[in-house]
């Protein structure tokens, strides 16, 4: 999610690129969620963001641009985005897009997207073996919403689980509309390896909290769930655990994190869910000795 203020120069070179970019890369369906106002008043592109934002001279000098950038890994035109690097980024090697490592920031993705990354890699050993069997045995190597629903049923799924049924199919076409970013009504395998990037993601990000613990609390995981829990209560709500971290000085993804730690059908994190962590502490330290 991005906002520009386009009485800037710079912020306006910003948005043409990004235009251009979505136009090289899908036309019109790469940003989402978008608004346009000056001075605070609302100003109506229900047509879509205009084709002449691509050029720079094009783009509005007053007013703030908001929306959301997301492509489809099948539809990204590796070398608009190198030549962007290049022209405004500096970038003076020749690199191939193999050596890129591409990334999802966990602010702007779904909580049932993450929810549903975190089943399955509690199942899986890994996506693509996950991709797989939702597919089945002679699979056309793509996923329909009907065969990500009967696998999550079949694989006693209750993340998702809500006042209704309706409710529940409602919030799993969520996630299906999410990952079929191209909107071509089925999932890629191509399209499923967002669901890579956001594993590394959040694997990194809970490490680098694990990091955080261990400087503020010598090493040591259960002072750190005292310091968090300071009233001794049994359990941290979301907002309790979400203040507690704020008030130690970390600003990473707290609620991606807390939900995680979270187990489905609960309303708080106890000090068992939060000595989790111990498993990303353990995998770290045999990291550093291998």
Excluded at 176 to 199: C, E, T
Excluded at 231 to 253: C, I, K, N, R
Aim: proline share 3%; aromatic share 10%.
């Amino acid at each position: 999610r991005f906002e520009l203020d386009l009485s800037y120069h710079d912020q306006r070179l910003c948005l043409s690129m990004i235009r251009g970019l979505e136009i090289k890369e899908q036309g019109d369906r790469n940003l989402y969620s978008y608004s346009y106002d000056i001075g605070g008043r609302p100003v109506s592109i229900s047509a879509g963001v205009p084709y002449s934002w691509a050029r720079f001279e094009s783009v509005p000098k007053e007013g703030v641009f908001r929306a959301t950038y997301r492509c489809a890994p099948e539809h990204r035109k590796f070398d608009a985005r190198k030549a962007l690097a290049r022209t405004y980024g500096g970038l003076m090697e020749d690199v191939k897009e193999s050596d890129v490592r591409w990334c999802t920031g966990l602010n702007d993705v779904p909580q049932d997207v993450v929810t549903l990354l975190v089943f399955l890699t509690g199942r899986y050993k890994d996506l693509e073996a996950a991709f797989r069997d939702i597919d089945g045995p002679g699979g056309n190597g793509v996923l329909s919403l009907r065969e990500l629903e009967d696998a999550l049923a079949r694989l006693g799924c209750r993340h998702f689980a809500a006042g209704s049924p309706e409710e529940e199919k409602e919030r799993i076409s969520n996630v299906f509309r999410y990952l079929d970013s191209a909107g071509s009504g089925s999932i890629s395998i191509q399209a499923w390896q967002v669901l890579n990037q956001l594993w590394a993601e959040l694997d990194l990000t809970i490490c680098e909290l694990v990091q955080f613990f261990d400087r503020t609390f010598d090493d040591d995981l259960a002072d750190a769930w005292e310091g968090l829990n300071e009233e001794g209560a049994g359990s941290l709500g979301e907002e309790e655990f979400v203040e507690a971290l704020e008030d130690l000085g970390y600003f990473g993804p707290v609620r991606v994190i807390y939900r995680v730690l979270c187990p489905p059908g609960n309303s708080a994190v106890t000090e068992a869910d939060f000595m989790e962590l111990e498993k990303f502490k353990e995998r770290m330290e045999g990291a550093k000795l291998g």
